[in-house]
């Protein structure tokens, strides 16, 4: 059984169709990269992965459960977590902080419980030691009380990863990770992404416009071009597909 199973997904913006009947499947444990032009549909696919967009028409099943129509918190809870294409850290607070942030129904913020700080000084301190373990998967730990706009831009990516961890997904989204990132820094994102794979079994997909970092990770590539899949293969007979080249290069 796939991990996530697309069937026939579809979603129009008026009279613009944006992913037009795209159906794949993504083994769990897979490094999978999705490319294609610019206003592809990448991004958009992504969304509807996430629950952030309803579907117009189709299917998304995700470990066996149909979550065609879930909410995002709802995705977010089956296994499905997310970075976007622009990073949307708090600059102002320290790595630690962005990482604890969006943790929700802590029992501390809740008027009924905050003055009964026994009832949740141990989940707090739980929900802190699991943000120092996802630092730590991407190696940020050193950097935990630096502010976040002081990181490099690498970090800074690295950080939204982190972020996206806490939940423990088993699915990560991510929306070019490396964009803005200087290259030999984006080839290290690219290796944490494959130590995450390699230490937790987390199953990636992941939009890039750089493929010849792209290429060296991926066991599966998908070329979107507007709204439908054109082409999917090993990464290796992609960029020697012909299709490709004329979609992307022109020529
Ligand atoms: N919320 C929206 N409302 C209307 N049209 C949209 C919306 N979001 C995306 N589109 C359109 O859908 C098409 C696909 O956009 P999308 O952002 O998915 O492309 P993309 O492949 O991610 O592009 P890029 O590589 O530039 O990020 C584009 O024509 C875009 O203008
Ligand atoms: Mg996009």
């Known amino acids: 059984m796939p991990l996530l199973e697309l069937s026939n997904i579809r979603k129009d913006f008026g009279g613009l169709r944006a992913v037009d009947d795209v159906s794949l499947q993504i083994p769990e444990g897979a490094i999978i990269g999705l490319i294609g032009p610019n206003g592809s549909g990448k991004s958009t696919l992504i969304n509807l992965i996430a629950g952030s967009e309803a579907l117009t028409a189709g299917r998304i099943i995700f470990a066996g459960d149909d979550i065609s129509d879930f909410t ?4 977010y809870n089956s296994g499905i977590a997310r970075g976007y294409q622009e990073p949307s850290l708090y600059f102002k607070m320290t790595v630690l902080d962005n990482v604890l942030l969006p943790v929700k129904e802590q029992r501390g913020e809740q008027p009924w419980h905050a003055p009964r700080w026994s009832s949740w000084q141990g ?5 802190a030691e699991r943000a120092m373990e996802v630092l730590e998967q991407v ?8 502010l976040a706009a002081d990181l490099s831009g690498g970090q800074m990516k690295l950080l939204e990863i982190a972020r996206a961890l806490m939940g423990k997904p088993r699915l990560l989204l991510l929306d070019e990770p490396t964009a803005g990132v200087a290259p030999k820094l984006a080839y ?9 794979r390699e230490d937790y079994g987390i199953t990636f997909l992941i939009v890039e416009h750089r493929l010849e970092i792209l290429f060296d990770f991926v066991d599966t590539v ?11 293969g090993a990464p290796a ?15």
């Open 72 to 75: 995002p918190d709802a995705v």
């Open 123 to 127: 989940e707090e301190a739980a929900q």
């Open 139 to 146: 190696q940020l730990v050193g950097h935990y009380d630096t």
């Open 188 to 196: 290290e994102i690219f290796q944490q992404i494959a130590r995450l």
């Open 222 to 232: 998908y070329v979107m071009h507007l709204g439908n899949l054109l082409a999917q």
């Open 237 to 251: 007979d992609i960029a020697e597909d012909a299709t490709l080249r004329e979609v992307y290069f022109g020529d």
